[in-house]
T-cell receptor, first 111, second 112 residues
């Protein structure tokens, strides 16, 4: 059983560009969350999707948006990239009765 | 607002030692608490999940305890090995559908 898969694994973008990160949740999981982890810090919650709707949102600007598809897969979009957006972006999925399963992350570097 | 802290920030021990990592949370009304391991540049691996009704969980050389009244959780690692070197993160969830709030992590180095 594949766990949470994220693509791409690494990405380099230029300031001002837009980026899309993708996540496939673990089989049977219907809730997907996205986190941003800066170097040396714990992950920070961006938003959570359930039944194709954004259910919760952390303290991130509107440049960060997302989507969830009927098969529960999800995308994270970031517009007008800033140098400070450089981080490891983690996707996590869960079902009601268990904790979160995390993917290996996408390392985004903005130059 | 839930805040999660971890002590110490970094720890270096010789191989074979037993060690304890500490996690504190400000809001005792949690649904569960989860401990994760993170290797450099990698994602998170779940180690142990403690539901709010439980006091502890064990997996191999790992034991995690939860004391909601004091807002504390500890991760005990027995007979540490160099392969245990990683960052350990604790994370609390307030309700069954809520986001996870992470601590900053403890960076562990086990010296052969």
């Amino acid at each position: 059983d594949a766990g949470v898969t994220q693509s791409p694994t690494h990405l380099i973008k230029t300031r001002g560009q837009q980026v899309t990160l993708r996540c496939s949740p673990k089989s049977g999981h219907d809730t997907v969350s996205w986190y941003q982890q800066a170097l040396g810090q714990g992950p920070q919650f961006i938003f959570q999707y359930y039944e194709e709707e954004e259910r919760q949102r952390g303290n991130f600007p509107d440049r960060f948006s997302g989507h969830q598809y009927p098969n529960y897969s999800s995308e994270l979009n970031v517009n007008a990239l800033l140098l400070g957006d450089s981080a490891l972006y983690l996707c996590a999925s869960r079902t009601l009765d268990y904790g979160y399963t995390f993917g290996s992350g996408t390392r985004l570097t903005v130059v | 607002k839930q805040e999660v802290t971890q002590i110490p920030a970094a720890l270096s021990v010789p191989e074979g030692e037993n060690l304890v990592l500490n996690c504190s949370f400000t809001d005792s009304a949690i649904y569960n608490l989860q401990w994760f391991r993170q290797d450099p540049g990698k994602g998170l691996t779940s180690l142990l999940l403690i539901q709010s009704s439980q006091r502890e969980q064990t997996s191999g050389r790992l034991n995690a305890s939860l004391d909601k009244s004091s807002g504390r959780s500890t991760l005990y690692i027995a007979a540490s090995q160099p392969g245990d070197s990683a960052t350990y993160l604790c994370a609390a969830t307030k309700t069954s559908y809520d986001k996870v709030i992470f601590g900053p992590g403890t960076s562990l180095s086990v010296i052969p």
